[in-house]
């Protein structure tokens, strides 16, 4: 059974840079048939798709934050990073990894919380 | 951007009714769409994929129809566990998901 697991600070502060980390179990991230991405979710509201990452480090990302965001995969530790830089307040939202077939989402981590305050 | 546009924002229903749900997309998007079940507090399930398509373990009473701008998720009879939100997201130009129908005990 694949699991994703997120983890990282579930607080920063405005300005700074958000990384989470994605560990996935039971699946590889040198899996051909899959690209391995991270979608968020503000509190009370929608999904928004960020972006993705295959295992040889082709990456897609949101036009809205492609110039703040970056995906990292680490095929030896089986592990995805994000990076959204420049964060504010409205960047609050629980972050879920996920394994991407055929751009759909199949697999979702439980999701982090991240607090973008001062 | 594509924009989708599911409706009605609100469903209530009671358990054994028939549930339909729309999806619309701002321009047609074939048939690349799919459906997610999210209940409070969890992570999305993908339920349908490509407008049609049941994904792994999805109940028989799920189903999907529609292409270019129109589609609809349907559930036959609702089980007590269905009531939850339900996104459309497209995979025509980028990634992008619909505002959400949330299906609710009447």
């Known amino acids: 059974q694949v699991h994703l697991q997120e983890s990282g600070p579930g607080l920063v502060t405005p300005s700074q840079t958000l990384s989470l980390t994605c560990t996935v179990s039971?699946?590889?991230?040198?899996?051909?048939?899959?690209?391995w991405g991270w979608v968020r979710q503000p509190p009370g509201k929608g999904l928004e798709w960020i972006g993705y990452?295959?295992?040889?480090?082709?990456?897609y990302y949101n036009p809205s934050l492609r110039r703040r965001v970056s995906l990292l995969v680490d095929t030896t530790k089986n592990q995805v990073s994000l990076r959204l830089g420049s964060v504010t307040a409205a960047d609050t939202a629980v972050y879920y990894c996920v394994r991407v077939l055929s751009d759909a989402f199949d697999v979702w981590g439980q999701g982090t919380m991240v607090t973008v305050s001062s | 951007e594509i924009v989708l546009t599911q409706s009605p924002a609100t469903l209530s229903l009671s358990p054994g009714e028939r549930a339909t749900l729309s999806c619309r997309a701002s321009?047609?998007?074939?048939?690349?769409l799919a459906w997610y079940q999210q209940k409070p507090g969890r992570a999305p399930r993908l339920l349908i994929y490509?407008?049609?398509n049941r994904a792994t373990g999805i109940p028989a009473r799920f189903s999907a129809s529609g292409s270019g701008t129109d589609f609809t998720l349907t559930i036959s009879s609702l089980e007590p566990e269905d009531f939850a939100t339900y996104y459309c997201?497209?995979?025509?130009?980028?990634?992008?998901f619909g505002g959400g129908t949330r299906v609710e005990i009447k």
């Open positions: 039971g699946d590889s991230t040198k899996n051909g048939d899959f690209y």
């Open positions: 997201q497209q995979r025509f130009n980028w990634l992008t």
């Open positions: 321009q047609s998007i074939s048939f690349y």
């Open positions: 990452i295959y295992y040889t480090g082709s990456d």
């Open positions: 490509d407008a049609v």
